[in-house]
Nanobody, 120 residues
Framework: QVQLVESGGGLVQAGASLRLSCAAS????????MAWFRQAPGKERESVAR????????YYADSVKGRFTISRDNAKNTVYLQMNNLKPEDTAVYYC?????????????WGQGTQVTVSS
């Protein structure tokens, strides 16, 4: 069982930056693919970014490409989402997720979410 705890959300103005963190409670963190998702009110959850177990590969949704950066520190069992030039449409609850690196598709573990609100 892997527990994921997100932090770093908040209320900011458009154009500001935030860095989200997700701490994982597992000794085998480096064997997990990690991802960030978000869900805005009334909308479906969407994938934001994904990072491979070694950190060598990243994926971004088109809506955040060039503004968001996903990274991980396997020594600290933590994955980050650096969000720059935030826009009101980035307002959502952001979730961290994990799945074993040798699997594809759905994620096995989810955090409780952290709220990001961007005012115009």
């Amino acid at each position: 069982q892997v527990q994921l705890v997100e932090s770093g959300g908040g209320l900011v103005q458009a154009g500001a930056s935030l860095r989200l963190s997700c701490a994982a409670s597992t000794r085998t963190f480096s064997s997990y693919t990690m991802a960030w998702f978000r869900q805005a009110p009334g909308k479906e959850r969407e994938s934001v970014a994904r990072i491979s177990s070694t950190g060598s590969m990243q994926y971004y949704a088109d809506s955040v490409k060039g503004r968001f950066t996903i990274s991980r520190d396997n020594a600290k069992n933590t994955v980050y989402l650096q969000m720059n030039n935030l826009k009101p449409e980035d307002t959502a609850v952001y979730y961290c997720a994990a799945r074993p690196s040798n699997t594809f598709g759905s994620y096995n573990y989810w955090g409780q979410g952290t709220q990001v609100t961007v005012s115009s």
